[in-house]
Structure formats: structure tokens, C-alpha cells
Nanobody, 124 residues
């Protein structure tokens, strides 16, 4: 299984920016996609963004379109989430995940490996 470790979370004021990173190690299949999900207290884990391993295909939740950008660097085995114009409702633990096969898209069930999460808190 792949090991995924998120970093870059923190406290930021509304309107600010953060860049999350996810480092992968262990078994890695280059053709598999990656995704970001988040979970706020008392809420279900929700999809944020997904990207194919090539970077050609990306997909975003409506709530973050135009504000968040997912990218990856295969040489570094890393995936990133640039978050701009942050809102208090973006507050959550953010998780990166690796698709079990192919492009995972927005369905959490397509992902087989998950990181431990990094906290993002946006103050008003």
C-alpha cells in the first residue's frame, strides 16, 4: 500500500491562502489518480478535488471551483492543493488519497489509500 502524508495546514484568516502538500511513498502506480477530501466536525467526509496521474484531468467540487487548484509532481511523488480566497466554511481536516486504479474522480470509494489528514482552520 502507498503511504500518504499531508502537510501545510494551519490557521489563516478568511480571504487568505494555504498550500497543502501530500507526499507519497511505498507502492506507487503512475497511472493512478489522486484526490483531496475534507471533513469538518459533525460532517461527512466530502470530495474537494481530483487529478489524474498525468495531470491532464482535474475535477473539483462546486464549492471550491475557482478558488482551489490541484496539481502534482510525479518526480517528487507529491500532490498539492493550492487554496485561495479561503472561507470559514473551508475549515476541516484535509486528506489526500490515492485511487486504487485509474482516475478516482469524486467518488471516495475509488480511493484505496488515505493520509492521516492536516487541519485547516479559517477564521472570519
Amino acid at each position: 500500500q502507498a503511504q500518504l502524508v499531508e502537510s501545510g495546514g494551519g490557521l489563516v484568516q478568511a480571504g487568505g491562502s494555504l498550500r497543502l502538500s501530500c507526499a507519497a511513498s511505498g507502492r506507487t502506480i503512475s497511472s493512478n489518480g489522486m484526490g483531496w477530501f475534507r471533513q469538518a466536525p459533525g460532517k461527512e467526509r466530502e470530495f474537494v478535488a481530483a487529478i489524474s496521474w498525468s495531470g491532464t484531468n482535474t475535477y473539483y467540487a462546486d464549492s471550491v471551483k475557482g478558488r482551489f487548484t490541484i496539481s502534482r509532481d510525479n518526480a517528487k511523488k507529491a500532490v498539492y492543493l493550492q487554496m485561495n480566497s479561503l472561507k470559514p466554511e473551508d475549515t476541516a481536516v484535509y486528506y489526500c488519497a490515492a485511487a486504487a486504479a485509474g482516475y478516482g474522480g469524486g467518488w471516495s470509494g475509488a480511493y484505496g489509500d488515505w493520509g492521516q489528514g492536516t487541519q485547516v482552520t479559517v477564521s472570519s
